[in-house]
């Protein structure tokens, strides 16, 4: 995944005070939408349209590879639903669409990108604990 540029407004709310209450709507979005977010197919289709901008519906399937027909029509009618892709249907025949991120999905493309970047920086320290688990024992007793 492409890194981005910083949303301003994200970080200034990071390095800001926890808010001493939590807004229920608030929460209920954030769960709503990591569900959807840790869906593998949204990744894929998310770091897809952000490497390549406009695809049509065929060739996004082909960018995402694995992704069945039906798949990718539940996962970007969701995406669409939800802000994070547009849809642009060409009243041409046989009938063309087009997909493309919006500003909202590039800025979740973005706040993903942070874990993508997480992972890489710790991506050893999660294969030594996936090696220590399958050994039975935690990293905490010490694995080499």
């Avoid at 995944?1 to 990071?14: G, K, L, P, V």
């Avoid at 005070?17 to 990591?34: C, F, G, M, S, T």
């Avoid at 991506?123 to 604990?129: F, L």
Wanted: glycine residues 8%; aromatic residues 4%.
């Amino acid at each position: 995944m492409r890194r981005t540029a910083e949303d301003e407004r994200i970080e200034e709310r990071r390095r800001g005070p926890i808010p001493a209450e939590v807004d229920l709507a608030i929460e209920a979005l954030v769960n709503d939408i990591i569900g959807k977010v840790a869906d593998k197919w949204t990744m894929l289709i998310l770091e897809a349209l952000e490497e390549h901008g406009v695809l049509r519906f065929t060739q996004l399937g082909r960018a995402v590879g694995g992704i069945s027909q039906k798949m990718l029509t539940q996962t970007v009618r969701q995406m669409e639903r939800d802000g994070l892709v547009r849809r642009t249907v060409h009243p041409v025949i046989p009938p063309r669409v087009d997909y493309e991120l919006t500003p909202l999905g590039a800025s979740l493309g973005a706040a993903v990108c942070g874990v993508w970047i997480w992972a890489e920086t710790h991506h050893a320290e999660i294969e030594q604990a996936r090696r220590a688990f399958a050994a039975g024992r935690t990293v905490a007793e010490g694995v080499s």
